[in-house]
């Protein structure tokens, strides 16, 4: 039975990292309401479920542990990446992983694609469809200058979320994401952006790393449901990144046919 659903507010610290870094990192791909749903202020987070066998990550860790070194985890929501944190516990089963962190930190402007895949030393594709990889750890989780053991600790606020306190999760499918983007290019031969008077294409904009890019949104959204719901495709609308975030910003579901108020595109 699932624990009641309060709303909080949660602040993630960021401390100085004490511990030097692996040179390698794991790549998540993961919603940002997951995370921020798991995290806590102090100590690991609650345990998170993948489908994926990490059994490299899961020895990366126990080298890391045996060094007095801390394990990068790099999370991601579609390309643009979201946060960082440390790995606290990995466990493989023969059906998945279950995995915590610690210190979740906010990332800002980077990309997938400023990622390295460790074995290939290739750039990550912004395009990368698995939830799961093995990448170099980037510079820019390096401490600042800012994060000495003298400057007072740096609060992020992650303010009014609808926390369960027992492991409740909305599974947003991937598959389902992507038989939506393949039905619309199937059906109209371009990807553009559902709300009228955006259209935007990222194919246009940027040329091939935007070919098969955008983000899907729910017109029914899954927070107002009290639990699993059939999603069909005709629930599903392809958005741009911008399109979405209004959609939601401020927590709320705006209605699409509304959304653009000035002139035609």
């Not at 994926?52 to 542990?65: H, M, N, Y």
């Not at 440390?86 to 610690?102: C, D, H, L, M, P």
């Not at 639990?227 to 495709?233: A, D, I, S």
Request: hydrophobic letters at 40%; aromatic letters at 6%; proline letters at 6%.
């Amino acid at each position: 039975m699932p624990g009641a659903v309060i709303m909080t507010s949660l602040i993630i610290v960021r401390h100085h990292v004490a511990a030097q870094l692996t040179s390698s990192a794991i790549y998540v791909n993961v919603s940002s309401d997951r995370l921020r749903s798991c995290a806590r202020e102090s100590g690991p987070s609650m345990p998170i479920s993948e489908g994926k066998r990490w059994t490299t990550g899961a020895k990366l860790l126990a080298e890391a542990k045996d060094q007095s070194r801390q394990l990068p985890l790099i999370f991601a929501q579609y390309a643009p990446l979201t946060f960082w944190a440390i790995a606290v516990s990995i466990e493989v089963s023969t059906t998945g992983t279950r995995y915590s962190f610690a210190s979740l930190r906010p990332l800002s402007g980077r990309r997938r694609s400023d990622l390295t895949v460790q074995s290939s030393g290739a750039p990550l594709p912004d395009d990368f469809i698995r939830s799961y990889a093995i990448v170099r750890t980037p510079d820019f989780l390096s401490p600042s200058d800012d994060d000495s053991a003298t400057t007072p600790e740096e609060l992020v606020g992650l303010e009014g979320e609808a926390l369960t306190r027992m492991v409740l999760h909305r599974q947003r499918e991937t598959a389902l994401r992507d038989a939506k983007v393949a039905d619309v290019i199937r059906r109209t031969g371009r990807l553009l952006c559902e709300v009228p008077r955006c259209s935007f294409d990222f194919l246009a904009i940027y040329g091939e790393p935007g070919r098969g890019y955008a983000q899907v949104h729910h017109l029914h959204p899954l927070a107002k449901g009290s639990g699993p719901r059939e999603t069909r495709l005709s629930d599903l609308a392809v958005v741009c990144a911008n399109c979405h975030a209004i959609i939601h910003r401020g927590g709320g579901c705006r209605d699409m046919q509304t959304l653009i108020v000035c002139g035609d595109a």
